[in-house]
């Protein structure tokens, strides 16, 4: 039994144009240990993943179906009371923005302290080792426990997010862009940090993000998330080698990598789609340079392939279609921005 | 009047119609000199402590206030028709370097010349002209557009400041270029209606719609999403080879500087470290910064086994500047009191080849610079630097 198991969870918002329905039939598996990385654009549902999993939905945000199974025992039918007990224990966070997610009025000290005692009933000697076991973990200063946040660089606000989400050694953590406000050396030093806690705890990860080499240098394992669906999902390797999903295809090529001269970057025309009234069948079809008919009548069906889990109707074509084309910028180019060209030409 | 504004002018009622290509004339006009800007040892400081109370105090004591040496002797010269980029870590200073050069901030010292002229010194019209051709695109389009104006609002107000005619035509062509189409139909639209993507193509047509002849873009995209990104990118690449704009683009991304600019600057810590032709900068780093900051991009490939060079800590303290190279404490190549005490110059390198400029002195000077007589002499050095200037001065 795998440590996590999300069956077909539908998570929709209240608003007062009706359900956006954020994440809407997502079904995946985090194995013990296992680095799993969450990519998509904003509003593809990949943070409302995060929150439904740690139980810290807004007000207006709620689980409309489906199951989360934490180590078999399922969280959408647990008690607050139950939830919060494994929230930070079990299951801890790191949030994208550390200067929201730490309160301006307690010392980064008092902040983890107050994360263990709500927890335990540590010696205050225990907590103290503890905390300063993990400020040495994530490369931060012991005298620096006594200091605000606003005293601490971004780096380090969110070195100490880090600290505190792995001060109770959780089964599971999950990093929501945990270097997306970072510059690249940050994101480096931060990457490393990452890099060596999954080495040295038995700890299981789910890395969001939209930086698809944030997860290429993070991940064993890929879901890659496109308005509230999964697009497809498999190994990392395979991902980012030979994706079968003109989805992940794009997004790949959207991305810039500097190992690349000449690289002829991607924008995907057009927008996803709007989820309060989300499309029938494929929600990419309308952007997708692929898209037949079928697509936008009839849900993608889940095919094996190439070791990927792939939602789409055309896997069978994309090897002759899409692959040899994917990394030029006109092939993408069918809705506005093919507009943008039309006009140059003029 | 000068042959620029004439030609600005020739190029801004020949440009009513989308495609029309002034480029002609521009390059006709530049060949003489084609720097359109240039940025002669910049620098800006900005006081730490300037409260009633700190001033106060300072004088009691009589110390000078604190400064924070945000940029600090900056030299670069920006093509027509060239995107030059500038990167470097959060604080490196290159977001005031971008700023200076719309004039937003003034210099604490050195020149800024555009069209040959410092623009400190323009007033009235020349002042009204520089500005029309110096634009700038905002990190944030959700902080950088007013909510409370709609579209036509924001794109048409600086042609009302500069009174220009045909105002709603041009409104209409500059929304077409950002691709926000048909523009009639985004006239009466706010901020709040249009999407991220869409706010930074409106913030680009505000900038593009005097018909400048240079915009700095401040990470014009790292808020956009990634599929959207290469939209925007390409925008601006049109800006440059449609319109002949120069652009200078400010980013930490290096993935993205190496796709959009011809040149690229280092910065670190308020100077530049390397300097040029960014496929050089790139694929072959001199300076131990740059090699850095290049080796930390993550690459989007998992086979890939990134050689992480490790550069721990944070930039240093930009109020107490420390004396020689800036980089020094970071560097694993310190080569010893010389880089402690002399200030390595931004100049070319006898043993490094092609057309850029490194700040280390791992290289040898093709300028007849020899920082080891400096050696020893360190007052000289902090006289050089300009660091031991009173800020006062300006």
């Known amino acids: 039994m795998a440590m996590l198991e999300v069956e077909d969870l539908k998570v929709y918002y209240d608003t007062a144009e009706g359900a956006v329905k954020a994440v809407d039939g997502v079904s995946f598996e985090i194995e013990e240990g296992e680095n799993l990385g969450i990519v998509g654009e904003s509003g593809c549902g990949k943070s409302t993943l995060a929150k439904a999993l740690i139980g810290i939905l807004p007000q207006n945000g709620y689980i409309a179906g489906g199951e989360i199974r934490f180590r078999g025992e399922d969280l959408t039918e647990a008690p607050e009371r139950r939830r919060r007990e494994l929230r930070w224990d079990e299951i801890s966070m790191i949030a994208q923005s550390a200067m929201n997610a730490l309160d301006p009025v307690y010392t980064i000290r008092q902040q983890i302290l107050e994360a263990i005692e709500a927890h335990h009933n540590w ?64 994101q480096d030093q931060i990457l490393k940090r990452i890099n060596e806690i999954q080495e040295a705890s038995s700890a299981s990860m789910m890395v969001i993000t939209h930086d698809v080499a944030v997860v290429a240098e993070t991940c064993d394992r890929v879901v890659v998330m496109y308005a509230g669906e999964i697009a497809e999902e498999g190994p990392a390797a395979a991902i980012f080698d ?49 898209a037949t008919e079928v697509c936008s009548r009839e849900d993608p069906p889940e095919v094996e392939v190439g070791g990927l889990r792939s939602y789409c109707h055309h896997v069978d074509d994309i090897d002759t279609q899409l692959r040899p084309v994917a990394d030029r910028a006109e092939t993408w180019q069918n809705t506005d921005a093919a507009d943008d060209r039309g006009l140059a030409d003029d | 009047m000068t042959d620029r504004d004439t030609e600005t002018d020739v190029h801004t009622d020949g440009g009513t119609e989308t495609g029309a290509d002034p480029t002609g004339e521009r390059a006709d006009a530049s060949t003489d000199d084609d720097v359109l800007v240039r940025v002669d040892g910049l620098k800006k400081h900005f006081p730490v402590d300037s409260g009633l109370v700190s001033d106060l105090m300072n004088t009691i004591r009589g110390e000078d206030s604190k400064m924070v040496h945000a940029v600090d002797g900056v030299s670069f010269e920006l093509r027509a028709g060239e995107t030059f980029g500038i990167a470097g870590e959060s604080g490196c200073g290159k977001t005031t370097t971008g700023m200076s050069l719309a004039k937003l901030y003034e ?15 323009k007033t009235g019209k020349d002042l009204s002209t520089f500005r029309q051709n110096a634009q700038m695109i905002f990190q944030d389009p959700f902080e950088s557009l007013n909510p409370q104006m709609t579209v036509y609002d924001t794109v048409v107000e600086p042609l009302r400041i500069h009174d220009r005619p045909n ?56 808020m956009l999403d990634v599929s959207l990104r290469a ?46 032709p960014t496929e050089e900068i790139i694929t072959n780093p001199k300076h131990p910064y740059t090699r850095s900051l290049i080796d930390a991009v993550p690459v989007p490939d998992p086979h890939s086994q990134r050689e992480r060079v490790e550069l721990e800590g944070e930039v240093g303290d930009a109020i107490n500047v420390p004396s020689g190279c800036r980089f020094k404490g970071r560097c694993e190549e310190h080569i010893g009191p010389v880089c402690d005490q002399v200030t390595p110059r931004l100049e070319r390198k006898a043993d490094v080849e092609g057309g850029r400029e490194v700040a280390c002195h791992l290289y040898e000077s093709a300028e007849g610079f020899d920082p080891y007589a400096e050696v020893g002499t360190a007052d000289a050095d902090a006289d050089s630097d300009g660091s031991a200037r009173a800020p006062g001065d300006d």
């Open chain 1, 123 to 186: 010696s205050r000697t225990k907590s103290q080792e503890r905390i300063d076991e993990m400020f040495d973990l994530v490369g931060l200063d012991r005298e620096r426990q006594t200091d605000y946040p606003h005293q601490f660089s971004g780096g380090m606000r969110q070195r100490a997010m880090i600290a505190m989400s792995l001060v109770l050694e959780p089964s599971l953590i999950l990093a929501d862009e945990p270097t997306t406000a970072l510059d690249v050396i940050m």
């Open chain 1, 242 to 290: 030979e994706p079968y999903h003109p989805y992940t295809l794009g997004l790949k090529s959207a991305f810039p990598n500097i190992r690349e001269a000449d690289q002829d970057l991607v924008s995907i025309g057009g927008h996803p789609p709007d989820l309060h009234d989300p499309p029938t069948g494929c929600r990419f079809a309308e952007r997708c340079p692929m």
């Open chain 2, 107 to 121: 210099p604490t010292d050195g020149s800024i010349y555009y069209d040959g002229d410092d623009i400190a010194n």
């Open chain 2, 167 to 222: 105002q709603r035509a041009r409104v209409r062509r500059a929304l077409e270029f950002a691709g926000l189409r048909p523009p009639d139909q985004f006239f009466d639209q706010y901020p709040h209606e249009l999407s991220g993507g869409q706010r930074q193509r409106l913030a680009i047509a505000r900038a593009l719609v005097i018909d400048p002849d240079f915009i700095v873009a401040d990470e014009p995209v790292s």
């Open chain 2, 231 to 276: 939209g925007v990118l390409s925008l601006l690449e049109r800006m440059t080879d449609e319109f002949g704009l120069s652009v200078v683009y400010i980013s930490h991304d290096l993935s993205l500087l190496r796709h959009m600019c011809d040149r690229i600057a280092i910065m670190y810590m308020g100077k530049i470290v390397e300097q040029g």
